[in-house]
């Protein structure tokens, strides 16, 4: 990554405002695909927490099929599931 950063002239410091357009068009996708799937997106701000065992009481909530379960976001970072 710092190679990508240094070739496009950007310095390691300056990479949350470089990054920060992605960071919002990936959030607004996100939001989309959970309207279009009836799925929530979830945010956890705690370490510690298993997301394997949020996954598996929605998949008994909603049975198993494939499809989007749920969005989770984790310190910023979005993780389809």
Do not use: W
Request: aromatic content about 12%.
């Amino acid at each position: 990554m710092t190679s990508y950063l240094y070739q496009k002239g950007v310095k390691i410091f300056d990479y949350p405002k470089f990054a920060e357009p992605f960071k919002e068009s990936i959030r607004a996708n996100a939001e989309l695909i959970a309207k279009e799937h009836g799925a929530e997106i979830e945010f956890i701000r705690k370490s510690g927490v298993r997301k394997e065992s949020i996954i598996s009481k929605k998949i008994e909530q909603r049975g198993n099929h494939p499809c989007i379960v749920h969005i989770i976001s984790v310190y910023g970072d979005l993780q389809y599931i």
